[in-house]
């Protein structure tokens, strides 16, 4: 539905505040949550062609170690993951490049206090290549790192795998932009 | 415990032995339990 102004004294409708509600710019997609003590969380069936451009946020969970959560698109395996960027400790001015190609992209740091992810996913479900940028924060630092997923393969979920330990809790949501 | 667990969706289970040893081959540890605040 096109952007519709309303004017004063005019009545908003039920459907149109239905209308409203259902097409908002940013429209949930689904969620899970994370069990106890998991390696891996694969979400499947969120990606379709309903939207073009997703948001996964993933937070409120703990690890059991230090370690980075990578994230995986269903049906895209092999070394076709570019990522880049940097990440940097609180408190320190230092700053450290990373660029590199594997098998997946890292989401997220994650720490044994509290972290959270902010991933910006291009074109997953479409037949084109895929493009994105993942944002973290943990209680030791922050990452910074758009990716390039060299693959035009469809993909209808994904799985997040942690580089080492394990997950306990927390929430991975979903979200599709709206197109029109 | 022997091996993580894997979350499909909302069903979470212990990971098979072939599944943990796929695990094992990715370069995946159990890690250190305490934290250090270093980038890794």
Redesign the interface.
Known sequence: MAIKTFTTGEVLTAADTNTYLANSGLVYVTS?????????????NCFSATYDHYRIIISGGVA?????LGLQLSGITGSVYNQLGY???WGSSTR?DYAGTSTNVIAC?C???AYIADVELKNPFASLRKFGNTMSQS???QYSMPFYINSTTSATGFTL??????LTGGTIIVYGYRKA | MTRPNIQMDDEVREMTEEEYEALLATGWTWGEPDETPTAD
């Open positions: 899970a949550t994370i069990g106890t003590a998991v390696s891996s969380v694969t979400v499947s059991s170690t230090q370690n980075n990440y940097q400790l450290f740091d720490s044994a206090t209680t030791n630092n795998t942690t580089g080492s330990g394990t």
